[in-house]
Every structure is written in C-alpha cells, then in structure tokens.
C-alpha cells in the first residue's frame, strides 16, 4: 500500500516535471522566433498624389488705354470694375471729366473763331485774285508732293521700328508685317507720281506774288481745319470719357487706378484679356516627381464647395523658366462659385492635388516588405503548415521581386503575388526558410 501511494506521487512529480518543461520549451521558442506583421498581397492599380499651391493668373492680357485730346489730363469719378469681373463689349468701365471743360472748350473756340476771323479777313484783301489753270495745276501738284513726301517718310518709319527696311525674303514675315511693306511699296509709287506730277506743273513760270498768296491761303485753310478738327475732337473725347466702355467681352486682370485719380491718356487705365483669354490657375511642377500632363485630373479645395475636380489644360514654360501646369476656369464653374469669385481668388494661395495612376493589374503590398537595393528587390512570403493538434508553423520564403512604382507606404510589383501573404516590420532580420511568428495583437 505504502507502495502504491509513492509510485502516485512519482507519477504527479513527473507530469509537472513535463508540463513544466514544455511550457519552459514554448517561452524559449518564442523568444527565439522572429515576429512579423502579415499582410495579404492584393491585386489592383497602385495612384500616387502630390500637393501643389496654384496662384491665379490670366492668359492673352493687353493694357486698355483711352487716349485723350490735346495731351489733356481728366479727373477718374468712377471706376465700375475690379480684378475678376467679366465683361462684355460696351460694358461701363470707367467715367471720366475733364478738369474745366467748359473753360477748354471757350479755348478751342476762340482759337477757331481766331483762325476764321484771319481766313475772311485775307479773302477780303485778296478777293480780286483769281487763278488760272497752270497756277492751280501748280499749286495741286506742289501741295500733292507734300503730302506725298510725309506720307512715305511715315511708311518708312514704321517699317524701320520693326527692322523690315532691309528685309530680302517676305515668305517668313507675318501678315502685319508684309501689310507694314507693302504700305511702304505704296507710298514709294505714290510720291514718284507726285514728283513727275510736279515736274509736269513745274513747266509754267508761276509769279512770285501770285505764289506767296497760294502759300498764305493754304495756311490759313489748314489753321482753319486744324483748330476746327481740335474742337471737334475734344467735344466727342468729352463726350467719351463720361462713360469708357470695354472694347470686347474679357476679363479684367488689374485695375491700377482709383476714383480720385488723374489720368493723363499714357498709363494703362487697366489690364484685360483679349477676346480669347480665360483665367487659369498656375501651378509649378518643375520640382514634382510626377509625369504632369495634360488631361490630368485635379482635385481643388474650395473654401465654401469643398473639394472640386478639374483637368490639366496644359504644361508651358513661365517667364522664370519653371514648368507650370494651367487649370482653365471660367467665371461661372464650381471652382469659382466655390471661392466665391474671381477677384477672392486673386489674392488666395489654391490647394491643387493631383492624382495619377502609376501602376495597374499589379501586386500590391506594404513598402516596408519590400528589401534589398535597387536591381535586388525581394519579399518574405510565408507558408504555413497547419499540425494535427492545432497549432501552425510559419516559415518565410525569399521572393525576388521587380518594384514598378510606389506610392503613401504602399508598393506595386511585377510578380504575380495575389493572395499571398509576406512578411513585414520583422523584429530582426529574417533569411530565406526562417521561422516565424506573427506578432499577437
């Protein structure tokens, strides 16, 4: 009996011995097994985005003058228009006085009536001359030369402003400027035929007194038409100025002046789009590792809409010499509608994200599983064996890979990985064949 109770007792002290042993046995394996992450690989098109700032800008800008009368200068009473606004041909801009019309006007008058009062006078002197046919063939032919004269020296000029005097081959000149030489050609046959033309009057002996009079009628004709033309001139600028109107549907791009202002018909009242131009948002992209072309898709953030989605019209050179990529907008699009304008987008720095697809129908699987250095990429992929009493093993197999792209911590690869499962954010360096654990959540 006693026996018995110590072959019981040996039996007890033996099964903790063992228990104890094993449990000692599993703390020291996983102490020495490398634990894992695992991550399932899935199969799929990999995007990648970038953040850019965009500022306003406006594309075909020219400056809107209105000259004035005489080298006048005029007072600014209104100024209807701000950056931003859209306008249409003969929409109000600007209203405009000039400083004392009514005492410019009294001036112009009186030279006029001056100039006219002259004119009667000499024809009352001289009303007794009279000319015959050789004399106003004269006359004509000397008056036509003169202006024949300025007429060409004028072509000439502005041919010379564009370098077109020495010009040999027209084929690679543009419209205006074969339009610019041909006004020259013109000018040139029309002052030969106004020298033959004098040269034929120039025949007949023309008597001196008779000439001087011709010479002092056309004077006082041309003071005449001059201080008319100057009145005249001021009445319809006058009338002008009160109300200055767009020359064409554009957008208005800056607006230099202020009500208050005196504007002298020089400076720029304001900078506007031509016909065609359109407001863009200008993003640069010379330091951006994506390929940013046109047709892109972007996201805007908005203040007031949120985010809105737009396309990349196109990819040009700015004056710094940097890439930039152009969003074109139109005044009524969400984009605007959700800064609330134009002009609030002027002065605003624009959130621009573009994303682009840079991988497809690949494998896709944390960055941080990925090894090695380029031209020697590789995984872990793991294999697990599942034992008969329910417990698994996992070992880990070493996998070359090719990285075709990555993108926020996650990597495309060539192979063919679907629904595999690797190894990442191991707690020490694994090798091919290496037992593993996953790591208990």
Request: hydrophobic residues 40%.
């Amino acid at each position: 009996m006693k026996n018995r109770r110590l072959a019981v007792k040996a039996l007890i002290i033996l099964v903790a011995v063992v228990a104890v042993c094993m449990v000692f046995s599993g703390t020291v394996q996983n102490i020495l097994t490398p634990k894992v992450r695992v991550a399932s690989v899935k199969n799929g098109k990999l995007n990648r985005s970038v953040s850019l700032t965009g500022k306003l800008q406006y594309s075909d800008n020219e400056d809107f003058y209105f000259p004035l009368s005489g080298g006048e200068t005029c007072l600014i009473t209104q100024v209807y228009v701000r950056a931003g606004d859209r306008v249409e041909a003969g929409t109000p801009m600007f209203a405009m006085s000039y400083q004392d019309p009514a005492g410019k006007r009294k001036n112009l008058l009186d030279a006029y009536t001056d100039a006219l009062e002259e004119q009667l006078e000499f024809e009352r002197k001289n009303g007794e001359i009279r000319l015959n046919s050789r004399e106003e063939s004269y006359a004509k032919a000397y008056y036509a030369l003169q202006d024949a004269i300025l007429q060409e020296a004028e072509a000439r000029r502005d041919a010379a402003v564009k370098n077109l005097l020495n010009v040999t081959d027209e084929t690679a000149l543009d419209e205006e400027e074969r339009g610019i030489l041909e006004k020259v050609r013109a000018a040139s046959a029309a002052l030969d035929s106004a020298r033959r033309a004098f040269q034929d009057a120039s025949r007949y002996n023309i008597d001196e007194e008779v000439w001087s009079q011709i010479i002092s009628k056309k004077q006082m004709e041309d003071k005449v038409a001059q201080a008319e033309k100057a009145l005249e001139d001021f009445e319809i600028s006058n009338a002008a100025i009160a109300q200055v109107t767009a020359p064409h549907a554009g957008y208005i791009v800056e607006v230099p002046v202020k009500t208050g202002d005196s504007y002298d018909g020089i400076s720029a009242l304001c900078v506007m789009t031509t016909e065609g131009g359109n407001p863009q948002i200008a993003c640069e992209i010379t330091d951006s590792d994506l390929n940013i072309t046109k047709g892109n898709t972007v996201s805007i953030s908005t203040p007031h809409w949120g985010s809105q989605k737009a396309k990349v019209a196109g990819v040009e050179m700015n004056r710094d010499g940097n890439q930039v990529a152009l969003i074109n907008l139109r005044d009524d699009d969400d984009v605007v509608t959700g800064f609330g304008s134009l002009y609030a987008m002027s002065s605003a720095e624009i959130s621009v994200k573009v994303s682009m697809e840079v991988a497809s129908n690949a494998s896709l699987l944390p960055s941080s599983a990925v090894h090695g250095a380029e031209g020697d990429r590789y995984v872990y992929v793991i294999h697990t064996d599942q034992a008969a009493v329910g417990s698994k093993t996992m070992k880990v197999e070493k996998v070359s890979v090719t990285v075709i792209a990555e993108a926020d911590g996650t990597s495309a690869v060539r192979e063919e990985l679907s629904y595999s499962q690797v190894a990442y954010m191991e707690d020490r360096e694994l090798s091919d064949g290496s037992r593993v654990m996953e790591y208990l959540q």
